[in-house]
Nanobody
Framework: QVQLVESGGGLVQAGASLRLSCEASGRTFSGYAMGWFRRVPGQEREFAAAISWSGGSTRYADSTKGRFTISRDNAKNTVYLQMNSLKPEDTAVYYC????????????????WGQGTQVTVSS
């Protein structure tokens, strides 16, 4: 199974940008579709973005479309989430996840999860 470690979270002001990274180790990274999810304490986990194993297909939540961009570098075993025009409602713990079956917006299809990285956006 692939192991995932996120980084890049932090505290920023509304309108700022952040880039999250998720580095994978273990199984062949390029065989997995990857996703980014987020969770606010007390709320359900929310899908943010996903990318196919090749990078040729992406999916976004309505709340992130146009502001977030997911990408991957299979040579570096890393997936990224570029977040622009951040809003206070983007505040959450962000998790990356790996899916052997292909790109999906549903968390239950993901096989491996990272530990999460906190993103806080102040108004």
């Amino acid at each position: 199974q692939v192991q995932l470690v996120e980084s890049g979270g932090g505290l920023v002001q509304a309108g700022a940008s952040l880039r999250l990274s998720c580095e994978a180790s273990g199984r062949t990274f390029s065989g997995y579709a990857m996703g980014w999810f987020r969770r606010v304490p007390g709320q359900e986990r929310e899908f943010a973005a996903a990318i196919s194993w090749s990078g040729g297909s992406t999916r976004y939540a309505d709340s992130t479309k146009g502001r977030f961009t997911i990408s991957r570098d299979n040579a570096k075993n890393t997936v990224y989430l570029q977040m622009n025009s951040l809003k206070p409602e983007d505040t959450a713990v962000y998790y990356c996840a790996a899916n052997r079956e292909g790109i999906s917006t549903l968390g239950r299809y993901y096989d491996a999860w990272g530990q999460g990285t906190q993103v806080t956006v102040s108004s």
